[in-house]
């Protein structure tokens, strides 16, 4: 055991280190179906500071894209009557190494009458 963190402190400077990222597990986004395409979604979260994400699966018809800083955006119109969720397994990357595979979800929804999705909050129609 004392030589492992002989060779961890050597690789990393610090014994207590997790090199490699993990992201966080459970993380799922709502949005509209009247979500356009270009709208951001979320920041996804992981350890270790990465540097790149990818989408290894789960992305039906190219919907989202994920920059280098974990942003996930979509790519296309979103449709919740042929797809109302999407579980994209993705990865996060340092100057250390690739973390596993992790299943995020977004859920695609119709929202409700009288619900402003964007602002979070209820609105009244004008009366004429």
């Given amino acids: 055991m004392r030589r ?8 990393t400077g610090n014994p207590f ?3 490699i990222p ?3 597990p459970g993380q799922t986004f709502v ?3 009247f979500t356009s395409s270009g709208t951001n979604v979320g920041v996804l979260l992981a350890t270790e500071s990465p540097t790149s994400w990818t989408i290894v699966s789960g992305n039906t018809g190219n919907a989202f894209t994920l920059s280098n ?9 979103l449709n919740a009557g042929t797809t109302p969720s999407y579980t994209l397994n993705v990865t996060a990357t340092n100057a250390i190494g690739v ?3 992790v299943a995020i979800t977004v859920q695609v929804i119709v929202p409700s009458y009288g619900f402003n ?4 909050s209820m609105y009244l129609p004008a009366v004429v």
């Fill in 4 to 11: 492992f963190f002989r060779h961890l402190y050597f690789a």
């Fill in 17 to 19: 280190v997790r090199p």
């Fill in 22 to 24: 993990i992201i966080v």
């Fill in 31 to 33: 949005l509209s179906e």
């Fill in 69 to 77: 800083a974990g942003l996930l955006t979509t790519a296309a119109t």
């Fill in 99 to 101: 973390s596993a595979q």
């Fill in 117 to 120: 999705f964007k602002l979070n």
